[in-house]
């Protein structure tokens, strides 16, 4: 992904020697594995079991000799990994991973707006629902709010929905809510449906404190990344609202119950919530609706200053009783994309409809002003072979193998090199 290869060039950068890590694909390679920023990659196979998971980690940090592991995880490896820290640190090295009761927390939709109430931070009206019979009877009760529907759990064909409920007629809700796989195993959360923008951050967290961090505009596939100024009245409100969440984590353990010496020095990780921001006679309301307890790809945004941001992932290495620097927030405001993803959106897809001239005019423009002034986010001219790779190798063996499959797709994601699957 991006920000693995981001973060990986950006400790290579500070000096630092320089491991990667990926599960295999058959006749796939990673492209990351040819940056020069790595002296080693290890390609493993998808474990099948998390102490067999273990012990291939241990056995590659201790042959590498490896002072700290940096989770770069896929929202289906988030929790692996964070089982597999506990078991590293008491033997290995340090890991930059949040517990794996954190992650459990914070990756779960519904429990992280309950801790969210619970540390006493705004969030919108939820409510968790296990079956149809559960989620019509909410909608019966006419609230005035509206709600959109999200599943607890990943859902790759629900997760772009954006449909309000209640809709116009009974009839209507019930066919759509009864065509979903709403279950004990796999429960559903209505959540209020709150009008303004949307933002996304990225923060890195040691023992607490907040060392880096980056907000920007956001969408549901968000593939233009350009970071809010420093002294914003946004970015400084979501900062202090993500500093209050890592010393609410830190404060309080799992019971709400205020944390004792057991609980340690505080949190450790990376935190990436997404906000809708509401603007009321000049005051900004928050309403966080998400958390993902792993690196965020808003983490390319740090690209001005790599250095500095590896060195506050290196900060857990350092004397915990050090007095704390400033939050490092880059001052940069460039925009960041994909070559591949723009030729596709603002090109290929605008030449089928040519006929409305000026809409194709406008993409090109943007095309153009992005080639020209932004920054391609995988690009770089001392590291230009896993471009290469992703462009000609990855993807193209990717497309070639859903063909032979006959497996259906609805979009990727050329950040994260993920394809969504059709249901």
Not at 184 to 190: A, E, G, V
Not at 359 to 372: A, G, P, T, W
Request: net charge neutral; with cysteine.
């Amino acid at each position: 992904m991006t920000k693995g290869l981001f973060l990986a060039r950006a400790f290579y950068l500070a000096g630092h020697k320089v491991i990667g890590l990926d599960f295999k694909q058959r006749c796939i390679p990673s492209s990351g594995r040819y940056s020069r920023a790595l002296s080693k990659h290890y390609a493993i196979q998808t474990p099948s079991s998390d102490e067999e998971y273990v012990e291939k980690l241990k056995e590659i940090i201790q042959e590498e000799k490896i002072d700290l592991w940096v989770c770069v995880s896929g929202v289906a490896t988030t929790m692996k990994d964070a089982k597999a820290k506990r078991k590293i640190e008491s033997e290995t090295c340090k890991v930059f991973q949040l517990e794996p009761e954190i992650c459990g927390i914070l990756d779960d939709k519904h429990r992280f707006i309950e801790k969210t109430k619970e540390i006493r931070l705004m969030a919108p009206a939820t409510k968790l629902v296990k079956s149809h019979d559960e989620a019509l009877a909410f909608l019966d009760k006419k609230e005035p709010n509206q709600y959109i529907l999200k599943s607890v759990q990943l859902d790759d064909t629900s997760r772009a929905d954006m449909t309000l409920y209640p809709r116009e007629t009974l009839q209507e809700t019930t066919t759509i809510i009864s065509g979903l796989r709403i279950t004990d195993d796999k429960p559903w959360i209505f959540q209020e449906f709150v009008e303004g923008k949307e933002y996304c951050t990225h923060a890195v967290v040691v023992r607490g404190r907040v060392k880096a961090f980056v907000v920007c505009p956001s969408s549901e596939l968000l593939m233009h990344y350009r970071a809010l100024p420093a002294d914003s009245k946004h970015s400084r409100k979501i900062l202090e609202f993500t500093e209050r969440y890592a010393s609410g984590l830190k404060e309080r353990n799992l019971t709400g119950q205020p944390s004792g010496p057991e609980d340690g020095e505080g949190i450790t990780g990376q935190l990436s919530f997404d906000f809708i921001v509401k603007e009321i006679n000049g005051k900004l309301q928050l309403y966080p609706i998400e958390c993902n307890p792993r690196t965020h790809t808003a983490v390319v945004l740090f690209n001005t200053d790599a250095q500095r941001l590896a060195g506050c992932y290196l900060s857990l290495l350092d004397d915990p009783e050090a007095p704390p620097l400033d939050v490092y927030i880059p001052d940069s405001t460039s925009g960041f994309y994909w070559i591949g993803h723009d030729i596709v959106t603002l090109l290929f897809l605008p030449l089928l409809n040519i006929s409305d001239f000026s809409s194709f005019y406008h993409n090109l423009k943007e095309l153009i002003e992005h080639v020209l002034h932004w920054k391609e986010a995988t690009f770089e001219v001392w590291d230009p072979v896993p471009f290469l790779i992703l462009y000609h190798v990855y993807w193209p063996r990717l497309f070639l193998r859903s063909i032979l499959k006959w497996e259906k797709w609805s979009r990727i994601n050329v950040s994260t090199t993920k394809m969504f699957k059709c249901s």
